[in-house]
């Protein structure tokens, strides 16, 4: 099980802003001005943006009457940032709404207030918000982005990634882009160009454990499991506490089927974060790995009680039943996986292997042909809904099943003998007997596998 996510949220105050003056700077201008002089106490204090500092100061100065116009905008916009980094979203929202009816022009305000509607996940408010921003002001980056992560939560990345390439073009440094960007184009599997723009992030920040920790990732999905294990442990060279790094780690050691280190990974990350569900299902695939199936139908129970929706728990759990020959209890745990996961294709296939074993084969050749749906083009599925039709008596389907798995996997030992069974049930002796031969010549125990699926 994997993880990695990183969201930028590029809502500023305005000291972060125009034209990136100092927030010392841009305060002289405006109390220069003469326009702060009745309450500067409290208008200096509300510029800050200290993190100490209260939102009080802020109230004071709104309350003085001593500003009008976008400097009174200015000081809602500052105390709604306050707002919403103490995760006071609906004041913040309130206080950004003040003040663009003090300045409808303020372009600030409505890309603040987009980018909290987005930690709202309130998207298309956050979209309406964001376009008012860029038609004031077609070079703000921020609205980009904050659009962008709308976008991209409401999966749709194409529009996402229209909003980062924009931001990237009008800020290169945009780390809060450049991650979006990255995120986008791994969704829609545009592995390269994510794996590029992490790079890019990693150049401006070589210490950043979440892009190493996200690029990781994505050689893990592409099977680079050496240059996947570098990065993660690059992360946890930088922050031996980051335990998602570790968790990740230990699946990439868990598919190269070295149970030993990725025990120790999944060990450590469980000992720093005790309710974190991941390393439990990853621990339990180490313990496996290692035949140790009490010790990993432990691990899959825990994470099943931290985390009842866990369809990888429910997975992993079943496939130690499956490796016990507990069928049942396996059909079960892939039934409440594929009802969790529904558009896992191994998973259907998984169910429909435990249903045939256990003779459920009209619900077995449900769950075969959902997966088949899911994955056309799968030997592994075509073998077990031949082995369901075998059992139940659809020998010529059979056949075609056990023909389609062959032609993608010709020394698949248990589509020859599945088909070779099939033929000769059919009154083909001599097209049977030499799949049959085939088939043992590959595997001298296959014979005796399906005499425990009981067929002879």
Not at 39 to 66: F, N, Q, Y
Not at 67 to 74: P, R
Not at 438 to 452: M, P, W
Request: aromatic letters at 8%; glycine letters at 6%; one cysteine or more.
């Amino acid at each position: 099980m994997w993880y990695g996510r990183r969201q930028g949220g590029p809502e500023v105050p305005i000291c972060a802003l125009r034209k990136h003056l100092r927030p010392w700077a841009w305060l002289a201008a405006l109390l220069a001005s003469g326009l702060c002089a009745a309450a500067a106490d409290d208008v200096e204090t509300c510029k800050k943006i200290d993190p100490l500092i209260s939102p009080d100061a802020c109230t004071a100065a709104i309350k003085s009457g001593s500003l009008q116009g976008h400097d009174l905008a200015v000081l809602y916009l500052n105390r709604g940032f306050l707002a919403s980094r103490a995760n006071d979203f609906d004041k913040a929202i309130q206080d950004y709404g003040e003040a663009i009816k003090v300045d409808p022009q303020y372009a600030n305000a409505f890309s603040n207030r987009c980018a909290v509607y987005v930690r709202k996940r309130e998207f298309n408010r956050a979209i309406e918000d964001c376009d008012n921003a860029i038609n004031l002001n077609a070079n703000y980056t921020s609205a980009y982005v904050s659009r962008g992560n709308a976008y991209r939560l409401k999966n749709l990345h194409s529009q996402a990634i229209i909003d980062y390439e924009r931001a990237i073009a009008l800020d290169k440094n945009s780390t809060a882009a450049l991650f979006g960007a990255a995120l986008s184009y791994s969704s829609i599997e545009h592995y390269g160009r994510a794996i590029e723009v992490y790079g890019q992030v990693l150049k401006l920040d070589s210490k950043s454990i979440q892009a190493l920790n996200n690029r990781g990732l994505i050689y893990l999905r592409l099977h680079d499991l050496d240059r996947a294990i570098k990065d993660f442990s690059a992360a946890i060279d930088l922050d031996p506490t980051f335990v998602y790094a570790l968790n990740n780690r230990c699946s990439a050691y868990n598919s190269l089927k070295d149970a030993d280190n990725a025990l120790k990974d999944c060990d450590r990350a469980i000992e720093l974060v005790p309710t974190y569900v991941n390393p439990y299902i990853g621990r339990g695939r180490a313990h496996r790995l290692k035949n140790q199936t009490d010790l990993a139908l432990n691990d899959y129970d825990r994470a099943i009680a931290l985390d009842p929706k866990s369809a990888s728990a429910f997975f992993g759990r079943a496939y130690v039943h499956d490796q016990r020959e507990e069928y049942k209890q396996a059909a079960d745990d892939y039934t409440k996986a594929s009802q969790l996961n529904p558009n896992d294709p191994e998973t259907w296939n998984n169910l429909c292997w435990a249903l045939g074993i256990i003779d459920q084969l009209k619900t077995a050749l449900y769950a075969c042909d959902r997966s088949l749906s899911l994955r056309p083009n799968s030997a592994v599925t075509s073998n077990s809904r031949g082995l369901v039709n075998l059992k139940s008596g659809n020998l010529a389907q059979a056949i075609e099943d056990y023909d389609r798995a062959l032609n993608m996997s010709p020394k698949d030992e248990n589509s020859l003998y599945g088909r070779g069974i099939s033929k000769l049930k059919l009154g083909d002796r001599a097209g049977g007997e030499e799949d049959i031969n085939a088939a043992k010549a590959i595997s001298s125990t296959v014979a005796d596998d399906f005499k425990k699926l009981g067929i002879r």
